[in-house]
C-alpha cells in the first residue's frame, strides 16, 4: 500500500465545520483562529470552517451560531500562512450569494453536499464554484442507505457538473469496511475525478474504514482533531496520520504538532467527551445523520422518552439530512404511543 503516491492523498480537517454540531455551534473567533493557526502550523492542507450544516446553516431549525460564520471564515482566512480554508454548502440551506461570499473573504474550496439520491441539485452551485475559481467537491450524504449501483449514478451526475472529486460521505457512521470498499472501488472505477471519503466513528470504525478507502484509491480523505465531531465524531486525525506513518505514507503533515494541538488546543473546546456513548452508537445502528444526536436528546428530554427510540425511529424512515423537523414529530407520536405525558 506504500507504493501509493502519498503526496495526491490531500487531507481536510473538519473539526471546524463537523466539530461545530458537537458544541451546539458555539464556537467564538478565537477558538477558530487558535485551532487554525496551529492547524496550518502542522501543515494541513485544507481546514474547513462553517456552520456544522453548512453555509446559511445558523438557524433556529438547525441551531444559531454564537459567531457569524463569516466573521468565523474571515478569521481562518487571516491566519493560514500555506493551508487552504474550505467551506461546506448544502443547496437549500446555503445560496449562490453565501457561497459568493465566501469567496470574497477568501475560502479556496467547497464542498456541495446532496442526500446520495439527490445530486442534481448540486448543479448550479458546483457550476458556480467553478467560475469563481473555486475548488469545487461534491459530497454524497448518507452513502450506506443507497445501493452501489445509484451511488455511482449521482457521482456521475456531480461529476458532470464539474466536480473535481466526489465524496463518499458515511453521515451515520454506519458503513461497514466491505461496505466502504464496495463504494470506493466503484467511484474510482467508474469516475475520471479524485474520490474522497469522509467517515463518523458511531460504530468504532472510521479510522479502519478510512484506511480501506485509502487502499481502494481515495485521496481526498477527511479527519477531525480530537474526533471532534457529529455524533461520536469523525476520523480522529492526529491517530490516523499517526497510523498512516506506521504504514510509509508521508502527507507532509507534522505528526508531533498536530498532537500537541489535539492537546493544548481542540481538548479545551470540547464540552463533554468524544466518545462512543449510547446515543452516537445507536446513530451508527440506526444509519441516521449522526448532527441528529443533539436534537433527538432534546427532545427526549423534552417529552420524557428514550433517546434512541427517537433515532431507531427516524431510521426506520430512513429520514435525510436537513429533516431535523421530523424529529419532534416522532418524538410527540412516541410519547403517545408510550403513555408518556410531556
Known amino acids: 500500500m506504500a507504493n501509493q503516491k502519498e503526496k495526491d492523498i490531500k487531507i481536510t480537517e473538519v473539526s471546524l465545520r463537523d466539530g461545530s454540531h458537537a458544541v451546539a455551534h ?33 438557524t433556529l431549525q438547525y441551531g ?25 454548502l448544502l443547496p437549500g440551506i446555503g445560496t449562490i450569494q453565501e457561497l459568493k461570499e465566501a469567496n470574497n473573504i477568501g475560502a479556496k474550496l467547497v464542498r456541495v453536499a446532496t442526500h446520495s439520491t439527490e445530486a442534481d441539485v448540486s448543479a448550479q452551485h458546483i457550476h458556480y464554484a467553478r467560475e469563481l475559481g473555486m475548488e469545487a467537491l461534491g459530497f454524497l450524504m448518507m452513502a450506506h442507505s443507497v445501493p452501489v449501483e445509484k451511488l455511482v449514478e449521482q457521482a456521475k451526475l456531480m461529476e458532470s457538473y464539474g466536480a473535481e472529486a466526489v465524496y463518499v460521505t458515511d ?17 474510482k472505477d467508474n469516475l475520471n475525478v479524485e474520490v474522497g471519503f469522509h467517515a463518523h466513528n458511531n460504530l468504532s470504525l472510521a479510522v479502519a474504514n478510512t484506511l480501506v478507502a485509502i487502499e481502494e484509491g481515495a485521496t481526498r480523505i477527511d ?65 441516521v445523520y449522526s448532527s ?24 426506520r424512515m430512513k429520514v435525510v439530512g436537513g429533516q431535523e423537523d421530523m424529529i419532534l414529530d416522532v418524538a410527540t ?8 405525558k410531556a
Request: hydrophobic residues 40%; proline residues 2%.
Open 333 to 340: 407520536k412516541l410519547a403517545k404511543s408510550q403513555g408518556v
Open 223 to 287: 479527519g477531525s482533531v480530537r474526533c471532534l465531531g457529529a455524533g461520536a465524531g469523525n476520523t480522529q486525525t492526529e491517530v490516523l496520520l499517526s497510523v498512516m506513518d506506521r504504514m510509509g505514507y508521508d502527507v507532509g503533515i507534522d505528526i508531533y504538532k498536530m498532537m500537541d494541538l489535539a492537546e493544548d488546543v481542540v481538548a479545551p473546546l470540547i464540552q463533554g467527551t468524544q466518545e462512543i456513548t449510547k446515543g452516537s452508537l445507536a446513530l451508527g445502528y440506526a444509519g
Open 26 to 58: 458555539q464556537f467564538t473567533e478565537q477558538q477558530v483562529r487558535d485551532t487554525t493557526r496551529a492547524l496550518d502550523d502542522a501543515g494541513m492542507h485544507y481546514i474547513e470552517v462553517s456552520h456544522g450544516d453548512g453555509l446559511g446553516g445558523s
Open 171 to 187: 453521515s451515520a457512521g454506519a458503513l461497514l469496511p466491505e461496505q466502504v470498499r464496495e463504494r470506493v472501488k466503484a467511484l
Open 292 to 315: 441528529f444526536l443533539l436534537h433527538a436528546e432534546r427532545a427526549g428530554k423534552r417529552f420524557g422518552i428514550d433517546p434512541r427510540d427517537i433515532l431507531i425511529e427516524l431510521g
Open 64 to 88: 444559531r451560531s454564537l459567531v457569524d460564520e463569516f466573521k468565523l471564515i474571515e478569521a481562518a482566512v487571516d491566519e493560514v500562512k500555506n493551508s487552504k480554508i474550505a467551506v461546506l
